[in-house]
């Protein structure tokens, strides 16, 4: 036996309780939108988009929320938003020059942190989705309760079940 880690390396992963994304027939009181475009760098040989590039994409459209809808500055004198968990689903092939939409919404918003859900649209086509969970921490990395003017805005994105 090398280690526990290396034999088992499952049991050093720590247990978190289950995540369970919204139903993708939810709504949302608003939803923010960013395209991208796919280019050649972005796929394989067979031109298949690369599935990382989803992941990349997720970390872009989030920071382009952030600045433009919830605070310009990120809140960078009060604390930093971390992930603490995130996840993509690649659902279709994609390829170069195709513009993808992603959409983003919250959902399970406290008072240090969130869930932001992700939907990766071609031509209306879901071809990814995914989600992330953020926190706000301090410079010492503890937990840090967001405004209540940033709670409010991020709220504006959540979404409910539908109707």
Known sequence: MLSPVI?????AIPTMPPFTPPAPQARAGRTFRHTIDIYLKDSNAYANTYFSRYFEWQGICRERWFHECIAPDMLQGLGAFVTKRAHTEYLHETFPFQHVTCELNTHDVRHCSFHLAFRFLVEGTLVASGYQQVA???QDKRLQRLPEEILERVREYTLSPAA
């Not at 034999?7 to 049991?11: G, R, T």
């Open 7 to 11: 034999d088992h390396p499952a049991l």
């Open 136 to 138: 706000f921490v301090r």
